[in-house]
């Protein structure tokens, strides 16, 4: 079954642009990672925030790919698009796992 996980990144001003510009560059890369079944992306220029609400096979992969990301670098370029960095402009959900009720 599926574990979900839901994150909001608030763009720093004048960043909205860039933040996408950046999602482009690196979801097919996510979308390609093991374990990730699948990522949608909701966009919401009003309030500058982009939230993807992402699939993965289990929890300990989304754990995987953050480890991954993270030795590659690309959080640290993330981190200055976002509002008051990480802390304050990313939000992280995990909801559980997908069950069939």
Same mark, same amino acid.
């Given at each position: 079954? *599926?574990? /979900?996980?839901?994150?909001?990144?608030?763009?720093?001003?004048?960043?909205?642009?860039?933040? @996408?510009? &950046?999602?482009?560059?690196?979801?097919?890369? %996510?979308? *390609?990672?093991? +374990?990730?079944?699948?990522?949608?992306? !909701?966009?919401?220029?009003?309030?500058? %925030? !982009? $939230?993807?609400?992402?699939? =993965?096979? $289990? &929890?300990? *992969?989304?754990?995987?790919?953050?480890? =991954?990301? %993270?030795?590659?670098?690309?959080?640290?370029? $993330?981190?200055?698009? /976002?509002?008051? @960095? &990480?802390? @304050? +402009?990313?939000? $992280? !959900?995990? =909801? +559980?796992?997908? %069950?069939? /009720?």
């Amino acid at each position: 079954m *599926a574990a /979900l996980v839901v994150k909001n990144f608030k763009a720093a001003d004048g960043k909205f642009e860039a933040l @996408g510009n &950046f999602f482009k560059d690196v979801l097919g890369d %996510t979308r *390609a990672f093991e +374990g990730c079944l699948k990522v949608d992306v !909701y966009v919401d220029e009003s309030a500058s %925030t !982009y $939230t993807l609400i992402e699939e =993965w096979e $289990t &929890f300990s *992969a989304h754990d995987n790919y953050v480890s =991954w990301r %993270t030795e590659r670098g690309d959080l640290d370029e $993330t981190g200055d698009l /976002l509002k008051d @960095g &990480f802390e @304050g +402009g990313l939000q $992280t !959900y995990e =909801w +559980g796992t997908k %069950t069939d /009720l």
